[in-house]
């Protein structure tokens, strides 16, 4: 336990200190991504990698949180803080109610029944114009404001999100280490046993699908705010099965491995843009061969990796000694 | 024009868009029968199919049946290259990792295709003419006799194939009990190759033979795969009847929901309709419930 | 001896440094945002080539005002958050005086507020009616305005006396916008929609729809999209024996459209800029000059026809360069002059920006072309 919470404050330092190395400049935009794609990489492995029920269509809990706030700041004129709250609880109710027949289904109609919700609600981002703007996007959203500071510049943006993404962390880590984290995965092993064990299955799956809906949308608004538009075309499928993606290359049922993979996987292109026209195929190679390599996951991967180096090293200096 | 002929229409457009949907579908569950992966690059086969055979037509001026059987020939290479490379080399990964593995192989594949052949939409000419065929009113162009024929020749076939010859069998065999077959002596890893053969050579077939009516390009894969997922997802992931039905209903669903109620709404429709489905019956649609293994 | 080099040391830096300042005083960045990969590919990739091309020519020439120009481009991939970060990475990192781009409406609705905020000139190439209205100070666009090809369109059915008509727009940025100018302006010219249809950008098939518009009373329709869907739309049509008109936008104002949609192109008419029948205009057309030299330059380096969508590009550089001929060095004084524009004799049309009017273009920016024969003809 005390080995969690040195970890801890070490990635919260590192968030801190982080600002002060890059002094401004484009990469802090991108690190303001990497926070919010960190909370929905966590918020999707408390489903896929605790209890091991899997979602293709993420996004759509990410985008009504998106534009629950957004209309309601936009078209609506409400506080910024308060539409934040109203997105949530949006995104957690509609996670509830789908939940009971959704989370019923296994295996393979989990995964298409997921896509289907995932692909319904960007159909409706995308047709109800009246409200959202329809393909051509809502614009005009104001960011959030706490006091006289308006978080309207990169490095504010930053602190703001990067502070929700560490409560984040520190809610799942606390969650994965309780009562409700064991029960979570004996139901990824065997459903049954656990239900044998006295272990309401049921609903405790529902309840952690609104939990980890209630973070996608809290990390939606958090995205309208620091955006300030919106469009569709970012909450699609595609982006869904990204997500999944972080999560897998990261390792399953590891918060600090969603981190990594959130952080790697928002990064990659970006380190990429030299290779121009080439990125995309670059992309796929890498995405291949890391999960070749590591199977497990970076956050088992790597210690495996850097653990087989250093025993090679190690075989030499004999040798020579 | 009276409504039952618009009806009619509707049907017809449904069900050669759900032939299509059929057949990439099939894909999909062959490879996951033998392997149990969801193969995300399968729509990227379909893609190849109909890019590679615009090449050899268009580009190296080859006439149309042998353009046909080297881009068939060509899309197999690919699904072997792929198996070999990224499916064979890896022993104790998780169903999940895989599935990860094919969306890198399709972002790879499609990738590559962009390089090579650019960003360009292009035509297709169909095979034999294309003055509509009237029935009852509602018309049909010849390339969807094609794409209706074609189907049904590759489901036949199959089920022979899956039904009667040995390798089909020891694949079924896979397919119930990877290790039971392989104590029998059946080398699974070959059967593995052989499904990865099959559904290339049969989703880059699904992909010539639409596209002298929707076209083709780098990126239609993508569409195509996500509808052909659902066509098997619906059929129960066999690699029969099941199938084809999906991909029907699904095209049906799409056609009617956009004759009749809304076409911006018509995807969103034929999934809610399906959703609700999967909700009375959480087993699928076309398979008995079967006891669940613990 | 060591104060010696210390000497020559600070003697080379110095050099350098001068070099350097000189080098940045004679050089004027341009920062380029275009969706040369994604849905949008078939705006980004003429629009990069385009204006990769002229800048290079430009600087061939000597440069604008003996300072060279130095593009700065980067795809977004169509995506309206990368848009973004790429729009941050231009301003913060690459200090670029004014940016060109991006491609599609959504992405510059979103890279509008950083472009305010930061108060850097933008030229969107973007046909959204939004960009510039209600008009930005930052904001300026070169692509022509969905209003103005709904107008030519509405105006010839009025003409000939078409009261009912289907729309069937495809459901991205480019369709939600067309569809919103010709529901806005049907009532102005007498003209009442019977059927507003959708299909989505990447369906391969839209008889059903087409089937319901057969079943109406419409007498014409107008299909508002691009590549590959309209094609699909012309052939299902002919597929159905659908006789009524079909006329579509200038999103698929290029050879390509023809192409894909082969026989059933043959009779459709629709609104393009004049790029597409530079060679039929009048030798009196004060666009001519500009539009055979970017069709035959276009054609020179990239072995394709140029079209509009390239000259949206060619525009926007061409605008700068004026800018900056004009006296703009810093982004504040560029986009002072760039309001100051006044005939430019473009691609896209003659544009004359002004504080009320950022997009500069009046409907004679289209002409109404027709298909006959696997070729454009002008419609009188």
């Given at each position: 336990?005390k080995?969690?919470?040195?970890?801890?404050?070490?990635?919260?330092?590192?968030?801190?200190?982080?600002?002060?190395?890059l002094?401004?400049?484009?990469?802090?935009?991108?690190?303001?991504?990497?926070?919010?794609?960190?909370?929905?990489?966590?918020?999707?492995?408390?489903?896929?990698?605790?209890?091991?029920?899997?979602?293709?269509?993420?996004?759509?809990?990410?985008?009504?949180?998106?534009?629950?706030?957004?209309?309601?700041?936009?078209?609506?004129?409400l506080?910024?803080?308060?539409?934040?709250?109203?997105a949530?609880?949006?995104?957690?109710?509609?996670?509830f109610?789908?939940?009971?027949?959704?989370?019923?289904?296994?295996?393979?109609?989990l995964?298409?029944?997921?896509?289907?919700?995932?692909?319904?609600?960007?159909?409706?981002?995308?047709?109800?114009?009246?409200?959202?703007?329809?393909?051509?996007?809502?614009?005009?959203?104001?960011?959030?404001?706490?006091?006289?500071?308006?978080?309207?510049s990169d490095?504010?943006?930053?602190?703001?999100?990067w502070?929700?993404?560490?409560?984040?962390?520190?809610?799942?880590?606390?969650?994965?280490?309780?009562?409700?984290?064991?029960?979570?995965?004996a139901?990824h092993?065997?459903?049954?046993?656990a239900?044998?064990?006295?272990?309401?299955a049921?609903?405790?799956?529902?309840?952690?699908?609104?939990?980890?809906?209630?973070?996608?949308a809290?990390?939606?608004?958090?995205?309208?705010?620091?955006?300030?538009?919106?469009?569709?075309?970012?909450?699609?499928?595609?982006?869904?099965?990204?997500l999944?993606?972080?999560?897998?290359?990261?390792?399953?049922?590891s918060?600090?491995?969603?981190?990594?993979?959130?952080?790697?996987?928002?990064?990659?292109p970006?380190?990429?843009?030299?290779?121009?026209?080439?990125?995309?195929?670059?992309?796929?190679?890498?995405?291949?061969?890391?999960?070749?390599?590591?199977?497990?996951?970076?956050?088992?991967?790597?210690?495996?990796?850097?653990?087989?180096?250093?025993?090679r090293?190690?075989n030499?200096?004999?040798?020579?000694? | 024009?009276?409504?039952?002929?618009?009806?009619?229409?509707?049907?017809?457009?449904?069900?050669?868009?759900?032939?299509?949907?059929?057949?990439i579908?099939?894909?999909?569950?062959?490879?996951?029968?033998?392997?149990?992966?969801?193969?995300?690059?399968?729509?990227?086969?379909?893609?190849?199919?109909?890019?590679?055979?615009?090449?050899?037509?268009?580009?190296?001026?080859?006439?149309?049946?042998?353009?046909?059987?080297?881009?068939v020939?060509?899309?197999?290479?690919?699904?072997?290259?792929?198996?070999?490379?990224?499916?064979?080399?890896?022993?104790?990964?998780?169903?999940?990792?895989?599935?990860?593995?094919?969306?890198?192989?399709?972002?790879?594949?499609?990738?590559?295709?962009?390089?090579?052949?650019?960003?360009?939409?292009?035509?297709?000419?169909?095979?034999?003419?294309?003055e509509?065929?009237?029935?009852?009113g509602?018309?049909?162009?010849?390339?969807?006799?094609?794409?209706?024929?074609?189907?049904?020749?590759?489901?036949?076939?199959?089920?022979?194939?899956?039904?009667?010859?040995?390798?089909?069998?020891?694949?079924?065999?896979?397919?119930?009990?990877?290790?039971?077959?392989?104590?029998?002596?059946?080398?699974?890893?070959?059967?593995?190759?052989?499904?990865?053969?099959?559904?290339?050579?049969?989703?880059?077939?699904?992909?010539?033979?639409?596209?002298?009516?929707?076209?083709?390009?780098?990126?239609?894969?993508?569409m195509?795969?996500?509808?052909?997922?659902?066509?098997?997802?619906?059929?129960g992931?066999?690699?029969?009847?099941?199938?084809?039905?999906?991909?029907?209903?699904?095209?049906?669903?799409?056609?009617?929901?956009?004759?009749?109620?809304?076409?911006?709404?018509?995807?969103?429709?034929?999934?809610?309709?399906?959703?609700?489905?999967?909700?009375?019956?959480?087993?699928?649609?076309?398979?008995?419930?079967?006891?669940?293994?613990? | 001896?060591?104060?010696?080099?210390?000497?020559?040391?600070?003697?080379?830096?110095?050099?350098?440094?001068?070099?350097?300042?000189?080098?940045?005083?004679?050089?004027?960045?341009?920062?380029?945002?275009?969706?040369?990969?994604?849905?949008?590919?078939?705006?980004?990739?003429?629009?990069?080539?385009?204006?990769?091309?002229?800048?290079n020519?430009?600087?061939?020439?000597?440069?604008?005002?003996?300072?060279?120009?130095?593009?700065?481009?980067?795809?977004?991939g169509?995506?309206?958050?990368?848009?973004?970060?790429?729009?941050?990475?231009?301003?913060?990192?690459?200090k670029?005086?004014a940016?060109?781009?991006?491609s599609?409406?959504?992405?510059?609705?979103?890279?509008?507020?950083?472009?305010?905020?930061?108060?850097?000139?933008?030229?969107?190439?973007a046909?959204?009616?939004?960009?510039?209205e209600?008009?930005?100070?930052?904001?300026f666009?070169?692509?022509?305005?969905?209003?103005?090809a709904?107008?030519?369109?509405?105006?010839?059915?009025?003409?000939?006396?078409?009261?009912?008509?289907?729309?069937?727009?495809?459901?991205?940025?480019?369709?939600?916008?067309?569809?919103?100018?010709?529901k806005?302006?049907?009532?102005?010219?007498?003209?009442?929609?019977?059927?507003?249809?959708?299909?989505?950008?990447?369906?391969?098939?839209?008889?059903?729809?087409?089937?319901?518009?057969?079943?109406?009373?419409?007498?014409?329709?107008?299909?508002?999209?691009?590549?590959?869907?309209?094609?699909?739309?012309?052939?299902?049509?002919?597929q159905?024996?659908?006789?009524?008109?079909?006329?579509?936008s200038?999103?698929?104002?290029?050879?390509?459209?023809?192409?894909?949609?082969g026989?059933?192109?043959?009779?459709i008419?629709?609104?393009?800029?004049?790029?597409?029948?530079?060679?039929?205009?009048?030798?009196?057309?004060?666009?001519?000059k500009?539009?055979?030299?970017?069709?035959?330059?276009y054609?020179?380096?990239?072995?394709?026809?140029?079209?509009?969508?390239?000259?949206?590009?060619?525009?926007?550089?061409?605008?700068?360069?004026?800018?900056i001929?004009?006296?703009?060095?810093?982004?504040?004084?560029?986009?002072?002059?760039?309001?100051?524009?006044?005939?430019?004799h473009?691609?896209?049309?003659?544009?004359?920006y002004?504080?009320?009017?950022?997009?500069?273009?009046?409907?004679?920016?289209?002409?109404?072309?027709?298909?006959?024969?696997?070729?454009?003809?002008?419609?009188?």
């Amino acid at each position: 336990m005390k080995r969690e919470i040195v970890k801890f404050l070490i990635l919260a330092l590192l968030v801190l200190v982080v600002p002060l190395l890059l002094k401004g400049g484009y990469l802090m935009n991108v690190l303001v991504f990497v926070g919010i794609n960190t909370m929905l990489a966590v918020a999707l492995n408390l489903l896929l990698g605790f209890a091991g029920q899997i979602s293709l269509g993420h996004a759509a809990f990410f985008g009504i949180g998106a534009y629950c706030s957004g209309i309601l700041t936009a078209t609506f004129g409400l506080n910024p803080w308060h539409a934040m709250a109203v997105a949530a609880c949006a995104g957690t109710v509609l996670a509830f109610v789908v939940g009971f027949p959704i989370l019923k289904l296994k295996g393979h109609y989990l995964a298409m029944a997921t896509l289907g919700l995932g692909i319904i609600v960007y159909i409706v981002f995308n047709e109800a114009v009246n409200l959202t703007g329809g393909p051509s996007g809502l614009s005009g959203i104001p960011n959030l404001s706490v006091g006289k500071t308006v978080f309207d510049s990169d490095t504010k943006n930053y602190y703001l999100i990067w502070g929700f993404t560490l409560a984040t962390i520190l809610l799942s880590l606390n969650l994965a280490h309780s009562r409700i984290g064991r029960a979570l995965r004996a139901i990824h092993d065997s459903e049954v046993a656990a239900r044998v064990m006295g272990v309401n299955a049921r609903l405790l799956k529902v309840r952690i699908f609104a939990l980890s809906a209630f973070i996608s949308a809290v990390a939606g608004s958090l995205y309208a705010h620091t955006m300030t538009f919106l469009s569709p075309a970012s909450f699609g499928f595609n982006f869904s099965v990204e997500l999944v993606t972080m999560v897998v290359i990261g390792g399953l049922g590891s918060i600090y491995g969603s981190l990594f993979g959130a952080v790697l996987l928002t990064l990659l292109p970006e380190m990429l843009r030299t290779f121009q026209d080439y990125d995309i195929v670059v992309y796929g190679l890498i995405l291949i061969l890391m999960t070749m390599f590591m199977p497990g996951g970076l956050v088992r991967g790597i210690p495996a990796m850097i653990g087989a180096v250093s025993a090679r090293r190690g075989n030499g200096g004999n040798e020579h000694a | 024009m009276e409504l039952h002929q618009q009806i009619l229409q509707y049907l017809l457009s449904g069900f050669s868009t759900g032939a299509i949907y059929a057949l990439i579908g099939f894909g999909f569950a062959i490879i996951y029968n033998a392997t149990t992966i969801i193969n995300f690059a399968q729509g990227e086969f379909v893609m190849l199919g109909g890019m590679l055979s615009y090449f050899f037509l268009s580009v190296v001026h080859l006439p149309l049946p042998a353009a046909v059987v080297l881009a068939v020939l060509a899309t197999t290479a690919v699904g072997i290259a792929f198996e070999r490379l990224a499916i064979r080399p890896l022993k104790n990964a998780t169903p999940l990792s895989l599935v990860i593995i094919t969306i890198g192989g399709s972002i790879l594949i499609r990738g590559l295709t962009m390089l090579i052949w650019g960003k360009d939409t292009h035509a297709l000419p169909s095979f034999s003419g294309s003055e509509p065929i009237d029935i009852g009113g509602a018309t049909i162009l010849p390339q969807n006799l094609w794409i209706f024929g074609i189907t049904i020749v590759i489901i036949v076939v199959n089920k022979l194939f899956f039904n009667y010859s040995i390798t089909g069998k020891a694949m079924r065999a896979c397919a119930t009990n990877r290790r039971a077959a392989s104590l029998v002596g059946i080398d699974v890893r070959r059967m593995v190759l052989f499904s990865f053969v099959i559904s290339s050579a049969m989703g880059s077939m699904a992909g010539i033979i639409i596209a002298p009516l929707t076209m083709t390009a780098y990126d239609v894969g993508i569409m195509l795969g996500l509808k052909g997922f659902c066509a098997a997802i619906i059929g129960g992931l066999s690699s029969g009847f099941g199938t084809v039905l999906g991909g029907l209903l699904l095209g049906v669903l799409e056609s009617l929901g956009a004759g009749l109620i809304s076409s911006g709404y018509k995807d969103a429709i034929a999934f809610v309709i399906l959703l609700l489905i999967l909700f009375i019956r959480p087993q699928g649609l076309f398979k008995k419930a079967d006891s669940e293994r613990v | 001896m060591m104060t010696k080099r210390l000497r020559l040391l600070s003697a080379v830096l110095m050099v350098l440094f001068c070099c350097n300042a000189a080098l940045a005083a004679s050089t004027i960045k341009i920062g380029a945002l275009f969706s040369v990969t994604g849905p949008a590919a078939f705006l980004g990739e003429p629009e990069r080539n385009t204006a990769q091309m002229l800048v290079n020519e430009i600087n061939k020439a000597g440069g604008v005002k003996g300072q060279k120009l130095e593009l700065v481009a980067y795809d977004t991939g169509g995506d309206a958050t990368k848009a973004v970060q790429l729009a941050t990475k231009l301003i913060k990192d690459d200090k670029v005086a004014a940016i060109i781009g991006p491609s599609t409406t959504g992405e510059s609705m979103a890279v509008i507020p950083v472009a305010e905020k930061d108060q850097v000139p933008l030229i969107s190439c973007a046909a959204g009616i939004k960009i510039t209205e209600p008009v930005k100070k930052w904001v300026f666009k070169t692509a022509q305005n969905d209003t103005l090809a709904v107008a030519r369109i509405f105006e010839y059915l009025q003409k000939h006396k078409v009261s009912k008509v289907a729309i069937l727009t495809v459901s991205d940025g480019f369709g939600a916008s067309g569809r919103e100018q010709l529901k806005a302006q049907a009532g102005k010219y007498g003209i009442q929609i019977l059927i507003d249809d959708t299909f989505g950008p990447k369906d391969t098939d839209m008889t059903a729809q087409l089937t319901k518009i057969r079943g109406s009373q419409a007498q014409a329709i107008i299909c508002w999209g691009t590549n590959p869907g309209p094609a699909i739309v012309a052939k299902n049509a002919r597929q159905l024996g659908i006789k009524i008109p079909l006329y579509m936008s200038h999103g698929v104002s290029s050879k390509k459209f023809i192409e894909l949609a082969g026989n059933a192109a043959e009779g459709i008419r629709l609104p393009s800029g004049k790029v597409i029948v530079a060679d039929l205009l009048p030798k009196s057309d004060p666009q001519r000059k500009s539009l055979m030299a970017f069709v035959q330059d276009y054609q020179k380096h990239y072995k394709v026809e140029g079209d509009h969508f390239g000259g949206h590009a060619w525009d926007a550089v061409m605008l700068l360069k004026g800018a900056i001929e004009r006296g703009g060095t810093t982004p504040a004084t560029i986009r002072d002059q760039l309001e100051k524009t006044k005939n430019y004799h473009g691609i896209g049309g003659t544009f004359t920006y002004s504080p009320a009017d950022h997009a500069g273009l009046t409907k004679d920016a289209f002409v109404l072309v027709e298909v006959k024969n696997k070729d454009w003809v002008l419609v009188k």
